[in-house]
């Protein structure tokens, strides 16, 4: 994929937002304008990379070589990011059983490396589609591609690796079991609270998707009401990024059509998130400009809900909020 999935209209250069992070030692893009205290940007955050059967360890015994774990579930399962980072080395356009190697040294198939902070690296192999581009910065538990089986690999799963530093493997059913993430597991993740929304809705969350696809390029009237219409343009959306198109907005296509933002981010994405936040108690303005006081909105309404309250909405505060 070519698309860059970086929210638009953020305030500041690529260049002083990177310092900023970089000197706050947290890997994900806080904005010039209202910065969150060091203490509360650096408050981790976690996800499960997928949800699968566990089928192949790293370095056992019988494949020495083996410098991930392997998860197995259907083809187009959702994969994402562990934690915050930068997207770097992706590889597009492999197909299954293609030997060839891609920007890592011996992986194969479609992959995304994921620059973390503190000097660690995540890796996901074998994808059928790669849903991010070389640069993006993710956050805990964004939709970074699709399960695949692409590369030398024998059936649907992913390869995981963790990296620290770049390139040194270590045991990543480890790393994540020392930071609460149990890999392999089947139970939900921490942002799969998403309702399955399809034709004939008539609310407030109609709206917000209608403001989500036309943030994202899609056209769309907003008017609350999710007719043939907005049918047609979820399927548009879903067919663009890969996705089952079925033209029902459920997880998977609530967490491809959400972005984080942030202060400084405009556009329909935002007046879609101020009309999620009013109805949930907020008395917004829904002009698309993500200024303080949609900032204090959104950091009471993480608070409300037990949520760090850094004014980033990611995920897990997007999921929360629909
Ligand atoms: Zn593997």
Known sequence: MSENDRPIGTS???VSRRAVFTALGVGIGIGAVGLPTAASAATPGWSNPTLGTLTSGYKTPSRPDHAGWD???SQGTPVYAIAAGTVRDIRTGSYPGDPTSGPLPGRTGNSVHID???SYFSYYGHLHRVLVSDGQRVLAGQ????MGTTGNSTGPHLHFEVHRPRLTTTDPRTFLANRGISLGSTAPLGSTGWPSVSQGTTSWVARVIQYLLRGRGIS???DGYFGSGT???VRTFQSSKGLYVDGVVGP???TALILPLQQGNS???VRGLQVALNARGASLTVDGAFGSVTATAVRNFQSSRGLAADGVVGPVTWSTLI
């Open 71 to 73: 998860i197995a579930n």
């Open 231 to 233: 049918t047609t343009s």
């Open 267 to 269: 556009g329909d994405l």
């Open 252 to 254: 998977i296509t609530w």
């Open 116 to 118: 973390h902070a503190d």
């Open 143 to 146: 939709l970074i591609g699709l």
């Open 12 to 14: 500041g250069s690529a």
């Open 220 to 222: 769309v009237v907003v």
